[in-house]
């Protein structure tokens, strides 16, 4: 949910963002195509994290769906997590090597 109090859906098998009201009234759809958004962290500022599942690409949006930036690599695919600290550092939770676990990718925002 953005500060706005809409809530924003990562549609994974449509490749897209849905806006919605609380109540469920669909509001737009978010311009910018991905690559199976399967969840997001939105920080105070209304900006959103978006993992790329099945593309392996990590994309910073606005709150209008507008990119501001995009990384990543093939081999950090299907996303299980992220998160954002108050540095801006992104901390990605994929799978590791089979049978061996997962494993947390950090990326730095600072320049």
Not at 59 to 69: H, I, N, Q, Y
Not at 80 to 107: F, L, N
Request: charged share 30%; net charge negative; hydrophobic share 35%.
């Amino acid at each position: 949910m953005d500060r706005k109090g809409q809530v924003l859906v990562s549609d994974r098998e449509n490749d897209r963002v849905q806006v919605f009201t609380q109540s469920g009234e669909f509001i737009k759809s978010w311009p910018t195509k991905l690559i199976g958004p399967a969840l997001m962290y939105i920080d105070e500022d209304d900006i959103a994290y978006i993992p790329e599942h099945n593309g392996g690409m990590v994309s910073v949006l606005t709150a209008d769906g507008e990119r501001l930036a995009q990384w990543g690599e093939e081999r950090y695919r299907s996303c299980h997590g992220i998160w954002v600290d108050s540095h801006k550092d992104v901390y990605v939770v994929t799978p590791g090597d089979w049978g061996k676990g997962r494993r947390v990718v950090k990326y730095s925002l600072k320049s």
